[in-house]
Each structure stands twice: as C-alpha cells, then as structure tokens.
C-alpha cells in the first residue's frame, strides 16, 4: 500500500509540474547572434521541444550575444527566473571557463546547472579551421614554415573557442597565426571571410553546412584544413588531419586532449540551477524525447546537423572528468585560453 501511494504522489506531482506548463511561454535563450551553429541548434530544438512538455507550452528564441556567450552564461545562472521557464545554449567550453574560475566576470559554477543535455558530442562534426582557398597561405604545410606569411583569421570574444583555438594552434601545432577578436558573432565571421577581410576562422563544420553549403563544394571558395575536437579523422575529409596528429610532442598532444574534452559537449543545454526537481525531470525528459523524434531528426538531417546527444547525467560525468585533470595540465590550458 505505502508503495502505492508513494507511486500515486509521484504522478500527482509530475501532473502539477505538467499543469505549470499548459498555456505558458518558454524563453531559449542563445549566448550569440543569429545565423550561427548555437543559433540554428537553438531555434531547431525551440521549434520541437515544446511538444515533449505537458501542457506544450510555446518556446520562444532570444539571442543574447556578448564575452563569446559569457553574458548569456551568467545570465541563465544568476538573473534568469528559477522556475523552469528559460533554459538555454550556450558555448562549448564555459564549463572550462567556469572550472578555471580566473576569466573576469565568470559568475557561474558549472557543475550547478540544471543540466538538459547537448545535442551534439561531435560524431559525425568537428571543430575545424576554415580558410579561404585565395589566402597566401592556405596549407599545413606553408603555416609551419619558419618566416613564412601569417595566417589571419577572425573571432568572436578573448576566451571563447574562436579565440582559444587559434593559440592552442600557435603554441601547441607552431602554426604561422593572428587571431583578431571582437566580431561579435558567427554571421559577422562569415561575412568577414565572403569579403576577404579576413582568410580563416574556426568554426563548426555543421553550422558550414547549414550556413553556407556552397562553400565547401569541389569549386567552392573554402577549405577545410584541419579537425579539432577528435580523435580520429572525419569520414567525409580523409585528408584533413587532426590536431592531435599536429601536435610538436606528446606534452602538447596532451594539452590538446585535454583542452578538446569540452569539445564533446559540443551544443549544451541548461537550465538555472534551483529548478523545481519536478519540472527539472520534465525539462530533462522533453529533451531526451525530442533527440529521437523524426520530425526533429529529418530538420537537423536537411540542415546538414550533426545529432549525436548526451544527457544530463553524461554531461555532468563529462565536466566532473574535465574537473580531474591534473593542476598542472589545467594551469597551462588556462595560460592558453587567456593567451598569456
């Protein structure tokens, strides 16, 4: 009997926290501008979601650029309401900055989200650096020669994975490379590269594909040049090698796995912590539900996204490993981000 009524409480609450829901707007909320990868991740699981939730509530998108999404980041953990109405996306590796705890303005503990999951952990994507085919230099082989032409490519914010890459690219794999932050987001990087004001950036190979499709076609005037973010080469580039297989020594091969573990938490998505448990497991179980619903799977395929999810639970698991890392290894990964 006392399971019975343990098993009927247990409905009565998720049918409360379902009841919260009916009629209400949701507010996701995307740490960058429209028109790049976190956008089109974002506004694919708004249109999508809501229909997973009791009540099917209406999932609203609100872009909140800024600090490579450092402002969107803090904004869900300290500002937005706690009540099961915003969640959101935002970069890759704000969990490292938050574990790291040294770049200004970090207000966030990242183990503390109320954690849906990422719907991506890069199986069939990368990071990659992107080039121009008209730059001086537009091969592995003329980046590593000593006095030659320096790459210049374009970033968002000091920090973020725009940023932090082109160093580890620099310092670990000796790449002839000037990054230039401040673009304020995905779409301003890829009109920076269409008008030649820039030769490169890096960026998701999905939000290439989704963006700008016709870049990377035989005659296109893009190319891929190298893959971050694995362990082994892309299928569909056999040619374009890795960054661990760049790597001067086994000590930057070691820095470059480390610094790549976020890299699996490729789109991730939270909610405030303090989130009612009840409409926390809702959130958590739309978002589990939606990741093998066909409508959702057949969008992302026509858009040329890579869905490969992680839960909230793999995520935690996935910070708390990143947490492990030795000091020693974290300080250097620090002194890279930071680019000191």
Do not use: C
């Amino acid at each position: 009997m006392a399971v019975l009524v343990g098993v009927a409480a247990s409905a009565a609450t998720a049918q409360d926290a379902g009841g919260f829901y009916k009629g209400k707007q949701i507010s996701l909320i995307v740490g960058y501008g429209p028109g790049g990868g976190y956008d089109v991740y974002g506004r694919l699981l708004a249109r999508h979601i809501g229909r997973f939730i009791p009540g099917q509530p209406h999932v609203v998108v609100q872009n909140m650029p800024g600090a490579g999404s450092l402002v969107a980041t803090n904004y869900l953990y300290r500002i937005a309401p706690k009540d099961g109405s915003v969640f959101g996306i935002f970069a890759r590796n704000m969990p490292l900055v938050g574990l790291l705890g040294t770049k200004q303005n970090v207000q966030f503990e990242p183990t503390r989200f109320t954690w849906l999951g990422s719907s991506s952990s890069l199986g069939n994507d990368a990071y990659v650096l992107l080039l121009r085919k008209a730059a001086e230099v537009n091969t592995v082989e003329g980046l590593l020669r000593p006095g030659g032409p320096t790459l210049v490519i374009g970033s968002t914010a000091e920090g973020a994975s725009s940023d932090a890459m082109p160093t580890v690219m620099r310092e670990l794999l000796g790449f002839n490379i000037k990054a230039i932050s401040g673009y304020t987001d995905s779409g301003q990087l890829f009109l920076a590269m269409d008008r030649g004001e820039i030769d490169g950036r890096t960026v998701g190979l999905s939000a290439i594909r989704s963006n700008k499709p016709d870049w990377l076609k035989p005659d296109g005037p893009m190319k891929v040049l190298v893959a971050f973010g694995r362990d082994t080469r892309l299928k569909e580039y056999p040619d374009v090698p890795t960054a661990r297989e760049l790597a001067k020594g086994d000590r930057e091969r070691r820095l470059i796995e480390a610094i790549e573990v976020p890299y699996k938490l490729s789109r991730p998505f939270a909610a405030p912590p303090g989130v009612p448990a009840d409409r926390a497991k809702i959130l958590q179980a739309a978002f589990v539900e939606v990741h093998s619903d066909r409508q959702f799977l057949q969008e992302a395929d026509k858009a040329g996204l890579d869905i490969s999810p992680l839960f909230a639970a793999e995520v935690l698991d996935l910070i708390r490993k990143v947490a492990e890392t030795p000091p020693e290894m974290l300080r250097s990964i620090e002194k890279l981000i930071e680019g000191r």
